[in-house]
């Protein structure tokens, strides 16, 4: 169930448009934000909400890689692994979060507190290798500084 | 050279209004809304100014096409997904000088006669995001912003929309697919977003630095805008650096300056001193360009002679110890993952090129597989519905016509 200030946000996103099936992404954003994640009672209640059909509210929903269609841990890693975060190492720090936590890319540790993305370009090649912990940003990463970081997350 | 877009960013308190209209800003667009909006529309044409979103389209001939469409309403878009590899020129302006990029849209939406304008920001940014609600709250609280803009009686309503990790959502009609809360799948051209764009309704799309360039020519004048740059493609330039220079980061530069100069002027050369191998640069769909042709001016006429792209203007810098047939097969990584599907010959072209590329960087390609990456490549080129999976074999032709004997001396 979504709740009644979830609804009251999406019914305010809604005056953004002028056409209700415009709201649905931030609406799922409402919704994940809420919830940690998109399920499919909550995707069905979206698309009521917005008069938009269950099956292209569905198809919409998981054409974007950020939206999740599965319950995560508490925090969320996103390491980026393109060209430039590379070049710089992203490897061994896929291997850190591995070895340390047991982390593999798309799973999430037995405590629930992180689940990890691999993600493409995060726009902050100059200081590569970088990563998106919940909407905290975090570079210039070595193996030291990513454990030291994701020490604060709890 | 003065900088204009990136003015004031190192001012701690620079995403505040006030702080913004200390320097100078928000005086363009009181000056714009005493011109006749034909009139700002010429002026950029007059200006020379080029999109910034990388291919370069004159964006005085874009806003005329769209003036002459009578549909209403028209709607103004700035195009914030910034997701080329290698780019990363627009987050500056949007998480440190979000009023500019208010202020250019605008005065766009007062040129265009649009009444609504969105900014599509794409969701690995939600900083930003949070950073330019905050501003447009701030905008209409000053009179900048909502039904009487400056006391003028023009309407302009501004609001944030957050993409939700998706390359092609960059591509104008995918961004306005995905507005409309769809799957973000590139439409057929024409009919051009300017007549029929989202909602079907008359749309102008703009690059964010694009859009940041308009209070300049505003304020400076078209013929003043015309000087700074190359004679083509006038104006300031913001490049993004990465790699293995000394200094990255993003860079305010005239249009037309070398590769070199950037490299080694302004980025402080290779770092540890090591020789270069190659530079992609204009984000990684541009070709890749080895050591020896770095002194090529980088804007938009010059670069094709040249034998690359300007693209998003996303240097990346690779030292001698870089692999590049990895770097290739990672490039195609990102390509298949992005690729959206809609047709086959990138959705199934792409994934072979990604498949040839692991076995050859992974040391167990074949004599065969060059020439059959590059023939697979071949099927991709002019098939595609949009430009990335023409964007991708691109890609492949440039690495192995560049750099073929890396690739062979991966095969055993
Ligand atoms: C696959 C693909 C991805 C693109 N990504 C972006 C992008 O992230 N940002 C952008 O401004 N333009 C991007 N573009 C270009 C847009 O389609 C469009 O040309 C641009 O937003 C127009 O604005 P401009 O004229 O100001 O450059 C992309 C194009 C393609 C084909
Ligand atoms: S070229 Fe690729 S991204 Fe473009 S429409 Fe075809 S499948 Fe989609
Ligand atoms: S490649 Fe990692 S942030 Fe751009």
Known sequence: ?154 | MEKFLLRNIENPNSTDINEYIKAGGYKALLKAVEMKPADIVSEVRKSGLRGRGGAGFPTGMKWAFASADPKKPRYMLCNADEGEPGTFKDRPILEKNPHLLIEGMIISGYALEAEYGYIYIRGEYPAAKDILDAAIKQAHEKGYLGDNVSGKGVRFHLYVHQGAGAYICGEETALIESLEGKRGQPRIKPPFPVNEGFLSKPTIINNVETLANIPYIIEIGADAYAEIGSPDCPGPKLYSVSGHVKRPGVYELPMGITLREIIYDHCGGIRGDKKLKAVIPGGISTPILPADAIDCPMDFVNMPKHGSMLGSGAVMVFDETVDLVKVCYRAIKFFEHESCGKCTPCREGVGWMRAILERISGGSGTAEDIDLLIEVSNNITGKTFCPLGDGAAMVVQNFVKNFRSEFEEKIH
């Open chain 1, 1 to 154: 169930m979504l709740s009644e200030n979830a609804v009251k946000e999406i019914g305010l996103i809604r005056n953004k448009y002028h056409d209700a099936q415009s709201s649905l992404l931030p609406a799922l954003y409402v919704v994940q934000k809420e919830h940690g994640w998109l399920s499919p009672e909550a995707l069905k209640e979206v698309g009521e909400i917005l008069n938009v059909p269950k099956a292209e509210v569905k198809g919409v929903s998981t054409f974007y890689a950020m939206f999740r269609h599965r319950p995560i841990g508490r925090h969320l890693i996103q390491l980026c692994t393109n060209v430039a975060c590379m070049i710089m190492g992203s490897e061994s720090l896929l291997n850190i979060l591995k070895e340390r936590y047991g982390l593999e890319p798309n799973g999430t540790t037995g405590d629930g507190r992180f689940s990890l993305v691999v993600m493409e370009c995060i726009g902050a090649c100059g200081t590569a290798p970088a990563m998106l912990v919940d909407t905290d940003f975090h570079d210039n990463l070595t193996e030291e500084r990513i454990v030291n970081i994701l020490e604060k997350y709890k």
